[in-house]
């Protein structure tokens, strides 16, 4: 459908609502000029789609100022139109959106992570000035998608993907359901066409009948409620095409066990004759067990307020019922879009709106944010449609992301409560720091006022939102930086010990200085913290280095590796591993991931020194491979049987601080008749110790029976192989 200026201004004039006709035309003038002789993939003059946008805009009610800026929003980006033009002759509002719209325009979501989570940082900065920007981008995705048929393949494929992954979860989050709906099928269209079909073809079999069924469930309620004046509006609706792809695909559920494909909906006039209306229902219907929802005692977070309840038929098929005031209906239909529509709208500003609190909270908690990646891992947490209701034990509903644990339940109510937690119960029972919590779960949590408490670095791996990561990432920040510069700095050695890359000073100053760090010591600390993951960093660090050194060794040819090994077969080894047939051959096993009998090997031939032998899965193996250099290097190796050969690993104990730890983990050793080679221990600041323990075993086996035994002693937290 081709949008046109005469059907927006018609459009304009058949409604209730006042607008600006002249400054619309106007900006509907200046944008024709500007869009002059250009035209869209599909051969269209370029001018129909900002209609397109604007008209999207009018049917939510939208104000004239942003109709103006849905004209101009490409004027900008795609023409020699200045910004301040648009300013003399519009004004500031409108130039502001126009400029925040360019400027989300020229975000790429589908680069790398790292630039896309400052990509992400860009978009919720323009939301956080003024909503209207992002409710304007979302009106111009819309159009894209529903004129997305023209594009090539891959752009078709792009578009989508960036649909699916952020802007429906934006739409979702600011309660703009339709729109949220009609872009996730005409992504899903895309993406997976045959699995769109599929879902169609069914819902098309199925489509007489169910209409059917509406017109029949419709009919049979409003014979009930008569008695309620004004007399509720009542309408049927089929779940959305995603949606049952979602539930048929991903949950592995048959098209028969979807329980809400129909649904009614009951629009009443007070909140009195909601759950008036329900008690009705339940005596008509039977109500199908825990599938009944009060979001008007606890609204979603995007102010979504209704009851739902599922409930079967004389007919034997279920279906869903909603009931909900007008009110909630426009919210439900229009979410942040209903206060231009039925009020008389808001200056687009997001401050004291606390529905909106969410955009300026993933902001505030990554202004320190040393890795930039955690943005977009926290902006996937955050705008995930599901989320779990939990209270207080005074009642107060908390809201979190499903997944979420008691720790991030601490840390939703006050820093200092998750800086002091030291236990939680849930529903009146001690609950583990783990326990993922469901809705309706009651939570209490106990705190400790010694000044020398704090969180566990464990509980970064537990936490499921942002807020407590980031808050937990301070904690140890302002707290530990003594001691987060040694477990920063030996951890980086190790690491760089692994790659095989000498620890240089001034090379070290270079990527602190790429991760945006003034000094060494600073670089340190943030891996200490876990502000800096270094598994995101090695590989760019690995690129560095190896671009510093001279070009690599020409490859050993199939002889020059036979010498190598042969100069070794002269010394009898006895490691327990056969290489390539022979099993005469020096061989040492590799400080990178120090393999176990048990363990999937390869060899490694070396110069010098024999065959190095590494586990299959180890990553220095995985990047020494990619070096064409290295391709005549590798030898097929195995574990010798009936060899008895004892080997040292090396095992990260974190426990609870107490007597006799140290004792207790000794005698679990001693009692498995195991020699220890090495113990050190030292004391972390939250409470903790951390123990690096050194054994010698004969295998994985014996290894693996050894950490059980460990994780048993009480206090324990983690025990974990290194590959020291």
């Known amino acids: ?191 997976d066409p045959y699995g769109y079909k599929e879902v169609q073809n069914a819902l098309n079999a199925r489509k007489d009948k169910g209409e059917s069924f509406i017109d029949t469930i419709k009919r049979r309620i409003a014979e009930r409620i008569t008695d309620i004046q004004p007399p509720p509006v009542i309408e049927g609706r089929v779940k959305s095409i995603y949606s049952i792809y979602k539930k048929v695909y991903v949950k592995g559920k048959n098209f028969d066990e979807i329980y809400d494909i129909y649904a009614v909906r009951v629009i009443v006039h007070t909140i009195v004759e909601c759950y008036n209306v329900l008690g009705i229902v339940h005596d008509m219907f039977r109500p199908i067990p825990y599938r009944f929802k009060d979001y008007i005692a606890t609204p979603k977070p995007n102010r979504y307020q209704s009851l739902h309840t599922t409930v079967i038929g004389r007919e034997g098929v279920p279906f869903e019922v909603q009931i909900r005031t007008v009110e909630m209906h426009n ?208 590989q760019k660090t690995k690129e560095d280095y190896l671009k510093l050194q001279k070009p690599a060794e020409t490859p050993p040819t199939e002889t020059g590796i036979a010498e190598a090994i042969s100069s070794t077969i002269a010394k009898k080894q006895s490691s327990g591993v056969i290489v390539d047939g022979i099993d005469s051959c020096e061989v040492r096993f590799a400080k990178c991931c120090n393999p176990l009998p048990g363990d999937d090997i390869v060899g490694f031939v070396t110069r010098g020194f024999g065959v190095s032998v590494h586990k299959a899965d180890c990553k220095n193996v995985e990047e020494q491979k990619k070096n064409p250099a290295n391709a005549g290097r590798w030898i097929n190796v195995k574990w010798a049987s009936g060899q008895r050969v004892n080997y040292q690993a090396t095992l990260d104990i974190v426990a609870q601080d107490r007597t006799a730890l140290a004792a207790d983990i000794t005698l679990a050793i001693a009692a498995s008749r195991i020699p220890i080679h090495e113990l050190n221990a030292h004391n972390l600041k939250n409470g903790n110790a951390n123990i690096s323990l050194t054994v010698e075993i004969s295998g994985v086996e014996q290894l693996k029976n050894i950490i059980l035994k460990l994780k048993k002693i009480d206090g324990v937290v983690s025990v974990e192989r290194t590959g020291k």
């Not at 209490?444 to 407590?468: F, Q």
């Open 1 to 191: 459908m081709i949008y046109t200026v005469d059907m927006l201004i018609r459009r304009i004039k058949s409604g209730e609502k006042q607008y600006d006709l002249n400054k619309i035309e106007a900006a509907y003038e200046f944008a024709e000029k500007a869009h002059r002789g250009q035209v869209r993939t599909s051969g269209e003059p370029y001018i129909s789609h900002p209609v397109a946008v604007a008209y999207i805009l009018l049917e939510m009610c939208m104000d004239t100022d942003t109709l103006c800026a849905a004209l101009l929003h490409d004027v900008v980006e795609d023409t020699g139109v200045e910004l301040d033009a648009i300013r003399k002759k519009f004004g500031e509002d409108v130039a502001l959106m126009v400029d925040g719209v360019t400027k989300i325009g020229k975000v790429p979501l589908n680069t790398k992570e790292e630039q896309q989570a400052e990509n992400i940082r860009k978009i919720l900065m323009a939301m956080s000035k003024d909503i209207r920007v992002i409710i304007i981008k979302l009106a111009d995705r819309l159009h894209n998608m529903r004129t997305l048929a023209c594009r090539p393949p891959e752009k078709q494929r792009k578009t989508s993907l960036e649909t699916m992954s952020f802007y429906a979860p934006i739409a979702h989050r600011l309660g703009m359901y339709d729109i949220k709906e009609e872009m996730e099928d005409m992504a899903l269209y895309y993406l």
């Open 331 to 538: 919210t439900a239909q229009y979410g942040v879009a209903a206060h231009w529509k039925y009020k008389v709208g808001l200056n687009g500003k997001v401050a004291g709106e606390k529905r909106f609190d969410w955009i300026r909270q993933i902001l505030d908690q990554q202004q320190e944010a040393d890795d930039v990646e955690q943005i977009a891992e926290a902006v996937k947490v955050d705008l995930a449609p599901d989320d779990v209701y939990v209270f207080t034990p005074k009642g107060d509903v908390i809201t979190l992301p499903v997944g979420s644990t008691v720790i991030d339940f601490a840390y939703s109510i006050h820093t200092q409560v998750g800086n002091r937690m030291t236990g939680a119960k849930v529903g009146g029972r001690m609950a583990t720091f783990d326990y993922q919590l469901k809705t309706g779960d009651i939570v209490e949590i106990m705190t400790t006022n010694s000044p020398n408490y704090g969180p566990n670095r464990h509980w970064l791996d537990i936490a499921k939102t942002n807020e407590a990561k980031a808050k937990i990432r301070a904690w140890f920040k302002r707290e530990c930086r003594g001691e987060n510069i040694v477990r920063g700095k030996a951890a980086f050695a190790a690491e760089m010990k692994r790659c095989g890359i000498p620890l240089d000073e001034e090379f070290i100053k270079q990527i602190a200085k790429r991760q945006h760090f003034d000094n060494a010591d600073d670089f340190y600390a943030a891996i200490g913290y876990g502000g800096v993951m270094l598994s995101k960093i090695m």
